[in-house]
């Protein structure tokens, strides 16, 4: 479940530097949205083999306390979802149907505005994928002391 958890954040971490370069380099980027899209295809993945196992084994679970790296966890995460959710209203905003471009250059500058929403698409699922790993981790079977 922790590797989970780790491809998870390396998701978000790869989302993160998709749009850091299409800042960077803008237009120049040869990565298309449909390209960036694909990089949320691993977030099924993980979440299958993780929740897999304990959707339907009928067990009694408790929600358990979380630990202090757990909670700084779920608080990344949680900013995360909060960029993607900003990176979303930033760029949706600016496509190139509803901007009117003035010159060429502004044309061909929103080409890389749908790559960007991508991104913050993917920031948000890998971000709610993260929070429902750490409450997986957390809800299980009792400790049962002897």
């Not at 959707?55 to 929600?63: A, C, G, H, K, P």
């Not at 900003?86 to 010159?103: D, K, M, N």
């Not at 790993?133 to 809800?139: E, F, N």
Request: charged share 10%.
């Amino acid at each position: 479940m922790k590797w989970c958890l780790v491809a998870s954040l390396l998701g978000a971490a790869s989302a993160i530097a998709v749009l850091v370069l299409s800042l960077m380099f803008g237009p120049a980027l040869p990565i298309s949205p449909l390209a960036a899209g694909s990089a949320i295809a691993p977030a099924v993945v993980i979440g299958a083999l993780a929740l897999r196992g304990t959707i339907n084994d009928r067990t009694y679970r408790v929600l358990h306390r979380f630990s202090p790296a757990a909670k700084r966890l779920a608080l990344l995460h949680v900013l995360l979802a909060l960029a993607g959710f900003g990176v979303i209203l930033r760029f949706s905003v600016e496509l190139p149907q509803h901007r009117a471009a003035v010159t060429a250059a502004e044309q061909y500058a929103t080409l890389v505005d749908p790559l960007r929403l991508t991104t913050g698409i993917a920031l948000l699922v890998y971000a709610a994928l993260g929070l429902l790993l750490l409450l997986r981790m957390h809800y299980r079977p009792p400790v049962v002391h002897r």
